[in-house]
């Protein structure tokens, strides 16, 4: 793991991205529910954002523009085409010589005539070509010039642009740079040692960004080098063949074809990650100069790295992959400061002991689910409050005339008295008196007698079919978090059924996916409950079944399950049988239908005539309402109404 280290600049924020745990686990809680597992809910999160922060989608979109943009003058034939015209204007002056001289002039006019047309061909003529015009030979020379500036450029774009005028004694010093930086690769690929200090020392300057070790050295060069290779490899054959005679030439001009040949095939070696030979479309009209059309190259090529790091198309992929000094030159600080928080979330949401890495793969807690349970609550008991609750057979609790510290979940009425003497207690004799949580105290009301419940919830696929999978894990969750909070004597055991039952724990609930397994076997959900609660001690039993279907499998003998569609008569028989086996048993059932379907409606009405329980159709979206809100209201839900 590499990390660098730069000067404040006011920007960054050394105390790490503001993260709202809260929020995020809100914004969550559908993925983590939906069963989708950890992993997936926070990459979900990581590409969509939220509110206050960019995901990687909107970064990625954000990048296609700019490369947009980026290439609308991109014309890949712009630097021949630009040659072309430099070596026509240089023509006109030197006819326009020829014509003032009248006849003596022809045969230099036939000479122009006979010179090749393709830029490049046209230009090595010129050399040989004797110039009768002052102003053509000075134009022609000076674009000579201008050439060996311009391939520099494209290979070499910090180097040779600290060197306006491409002197001799700079030339050299490039020369001799490169001759010392092979050589550096050459020892590094033998194992030798080498003294990269040293180099750095004497050219240095060539390199702003100041690489600390020889990789950092050749990954700044090989970006350069790959648009160069890029945009070779995106024109059309000739125009490649034409324009990589023209950098052969001036290179070699410049005794220097034989280093740059070298230091590119080493780059090719020892800097893979980098995109060599990219096919880029070259759309635009603009017609370029050869050094800042790899500039638009390099440009776009590096917006189309960044969007591949943030897509995280590859295996391993991860955000950390994303340069954020490439993303802040694309797309300023704003992004970076998105991306850190992005990468913040999981660290956020480990430390909030959510989420925990185990082989690999993020698990949700049993903190987690908790908190899942409690925000599912804290939303019901929002809505259940500003609702009337009048319902027959309520009544209001008596207090005890005792108070007691104050827990969330509470809905007993705060003892002002007990919480002003408590901060008053606390506080430092002459300090002002401040309020926290724990200086709160509630009157407490009469016991209610203890009940425990065991809820069985529906896993089988139809569930999230018709989109009842969330809002019933919710509603269980947050039941869950009611009776830890408000109640702690009271019992919640967790149930899920398909195809067999089996208990559940909030976390286990939590992250668990619908089975994709034919079969709803009430009969075993029944028979589990049945066993769960003939062993505990509270006075008050009943089990609540939340389902959409009615029951399509039963045990056999063996305790294999016997599935059928339609249900036959001996599935019906034994569910019904198991549950007037709890009816005996003095516990109470109440079942929540989801769907109103004629089969289901005219099991659960015979189930409740057997047994004396209650069956009502719902809408999944008012399950937590309605089960939570008896729960609070009628002495703890021992029997909805």
Known sequence: ????????????????????????????????????????????????????MRGTDDLIRALRERRERAGENLNLSGPLARLGEQLADIERAERQELDRRGPEGLEKHLELGALPNAPVQKLEAMKRYEFESTEARRRFD???????????????TKIAGSMR???????????????????????????????????????????????????????????????????????????????????????????????????????????????????????????????????????VSEYDDLAEALGGAYPGATLDDVDEEKLHRALGEDAVRDLRRLKAIEKALEEAGILQRSRGHLEVTGRGAKLLGERALTRVLARVRREPTHRAGGGQAEPTGQTRPWVFGDSDPISVERTVLNAVTRSEPGSAVRLTPDDFEVIETEARPRTATALLLDLSFSMPLRGHWIPAKKMALALHALIEGKYPEDRLYLIGFSDYARQMKPAELATAGWEEVHGTNMQHAFLLARRLLAEDRCPIKQVIMVTDGEPTAHLLEDGSALFNWPPVPVTLEKTLREAARLARSGIQINVFMLEEAPGLTSFMDRLASLTGGQAWPIVSGELGDRILGDYLHRGRGRRAS
């Open 142 to 156: 000076q674009l000579l010039e201008e050439l060996k500036t311009e391939v520099l450029n494209s290979y070499f």
């Open 165 to 299: 005028d491409l002197k001799p004694e700079d030339l050299q010093r490039v020369k001799d740079m490169l001759a010392e930086l092979n050589e550096m690769i050459a020892a590094d690929r033998r194992g030798d040692d080498y003294d990269f200090e040293s180099f750095m020392a004497t050219y240095g300057d060539f390199w702003p960004e100041q690489p600390r070790n020889l990789q950092e050295l050749l990954e700044a060069m090989a970006r350069r080098m790959a648009a160069m290779s890029s945009m070779l490899a995106s024109m059309a054959p000739e125009q490649r063949a034409e324009l990589a005679q023209l950098s052969a030439a001036v290179l070699d001009d410049l005794d220097l074809a034989f280093q740059v040949d070298q230091l590119s095939q080493s780059l090719r070696d020892m800097v893979p990650g980098v995109s060599w030979d990219r096919q880029v479309p070259g759309w635009g009209e603009g017609s370029m100069p050869m050094s800042e059309t790899v500039d638009a190259i390099e440009r």
């Open 1 to 52: 793991m590499r990390a660098r280290y730069s000067r404040w600049d006011g920007e960054q924020d050394p105390f790490g991205p503001d993260i709202d745990v809260s929020h995020l686990l809100d914004e969550m809680s559908d993925e983590l529910l939906a069963g989708y597992g950890a992993n997936w809910a926070l990459e979900d999160i990581r590409r969509r954002g939220m509110s206050g």
